[in-house]
């Protein structure tokens, strides 16, 4: 259950469907999140790895690698192997994923944001990797892909910034294959007496000075760190992905619950 632990106003959402309104700490009419959020990461498109830097203390990379590392991708190219990561548009969860399988997987980037898209398109060039990543603009909620047609489906990062997560969560389950997977790594819900504290007077009063110091603008850092805070917890979101139909639901703790692993099955 979530609990208080900061005058901050740190507990997470009581309903999740109140995340369509919700921008950050204040509350938007419905309809307007999108394009408030879409205007958040034109801004740090290209600073994007900075941006988690922040707020992660650098983390954020050992954490994508546990990921990878627990997805597991093939190696061996035995038959054609597909990963969507949807709100990855800088394309380095699928850029990590192509490289750890030898180059016989193949991914596809979606996210709703062009200035992302842009910068992961120039990121897989330089990597070589263009014949392996495609950049395709389309919405969580309602993915441009067919029933049935990927292996694995990766989110990092991004659901939460998502206004319908319900509806992200349906979409997962249909575009997977039978058999397929969803993982989404995203911030959480500290789990360590103490450390919440202290992750929460970094997070509100040192993570938006430094985007301000490194950007010109804080004010981007401020809303994510208040949509870490307004974000359901582990178990809640737990239970949200199951009642998308996945399976086999888990979820790991990273650094004590500030970030979090969640995995389901198509079956």
Same mark, same amino acid.
């Given at each position: 259950?979530?609990?208080?632990?900061?005058?901050?106003?740190?507990?997470?959402?009581?309903?999740?469907?109140?995340?369509?309104?919700?921008?950050?700490?204040?509350?938007?009419?419905?309809?307007?999140?999108?394009?408030?959020?879409?205007?958040?990461?034109?801004?740090?498109?290209?600073?994007?790895?900075?941006?988690?830097?922040?707020?992660?203390?650098?983390?954020?990379?050992?954490?994508?690698?546990?990921?990878?590392?627990?997805?597991?991708?093939?190696?061996?190219? $035995?038959? +054609?192997?597909?990963?969507?990561? !949807?709100? %990855?548009?800088?394309?380095?969860? #699928?850029?990590? =994923?192509?490289?750890?399988?030898?180059?016989?997987?193949?991914?596809?980037?979606?996210?709703?944001?062009?200035?992302?898209?842009?910068?992961?398109?120039?990121?897989?060039?330089?990597?070589?990797?263009?014949?392996?990543?495609?950049?395709?603009?389309?919405?969580?909620?309602?993915?441009?892909?067919?029933?049935?047609?990927?292996?694995?489906?990766?989110?990092?990062?991004?659901?939460?910034?998502?206004?319908?997560?319900?509806?992200?969560?349906?979409?997962?389950?249909?575009?997977?294959?039978?058999?397929?997977?969803?993982?989404?790594?995203?911030?959480?819900?500290?789990?360590?007496?103490?450390?919440?504290?202290?992750?929460?007077?970094?997070?509100?009063? $040192?993570? +938006?000075?430094?985007?301000?110091? !490194?950007? %010109?603008?804080?004010?981007?850092? #401020?809303?994510? =760190?208040?949509?870490?805070?307004?974000?359901?917890?582990?178990?809640?979101?737990?239970?949200?992905?199951?009642?998308?139909?996945?399976?086999?639901?888990?979820?790991?703790?990273?650094?004590?619950?500030?970030?979090?692993?969640?995995?389901?099955?198509?079956?």
């Amino acid at each position: 259950m979530a609990r208080d632990t900061s005058s901050t106003a740190r507990s997470s959402v009581s309903d999740p469907a109140e995340m369509a309104t919700s921008f950050g700490f204040t509350t938007v009419k419905e309809g307007e999140k999108q394009d408030l959020v879409d205007d958040v990461f034109h801004k740090v498109a290209t600073r994007y790895d900075l941006m988690n830097d922040l707020m992660s203390g650098g983390m954020h990379r050992l954490w994508k690698d546990a990921m990878i590392s627990a997805l597991n991708p093939p190696t061996h190219g $035995a038959r +054609p192997w597909r990963l969507l990561d !949807v709100a %990855g548009g800088t394309g380095d969860i #699928a850029t990590r =994923v192509v490289e750890r399988s030898g180059k016989t997987a193949s991914a596809i980037v979606c996210d709703i944001n062009g200035s992302m898209l842009g910068v992961g398109k120039e990121r897989a060039a330089k990597a070589g990797l263009s014949e392996h990543i495609e950049f395709v603009q389309g919405n969580a909620e309602d993915l441009p892909f067919p029933d049935n047609h990927f292996d694995a489906y990766t989110i990092a990062f991004g659901i939460r910034n998502v206004p319908q997560i319900e509806k992200a969560l349906q979409q997962a389950h249909r575009v997977l294959k039978r058999g397929g997977r969803f993982m989404c790594l995203e911030f959480s819900q500290v789990d360590v007496p103490a450390l919440d504290k202290v992750y929460d007077l970094f997070s509100f009063h $040192a993570i +938006p000075k430094m985007g301000a110091m !490194v950007t %010109g603008d804080g004010d981007p850092y #401020a809303y994510l =760190v208040e949509s870490i805070r307004k974000f359901p917890n582990q178990e809640r979101f737990a239970e949200m992905i199951r009642r998308a139909g996945f399976q086999r639901v888990t979820y790991r703790n990273y650094t004590g619950g500030i970030a979090a692993l969640h995995s389901g099955w198509k079956l």
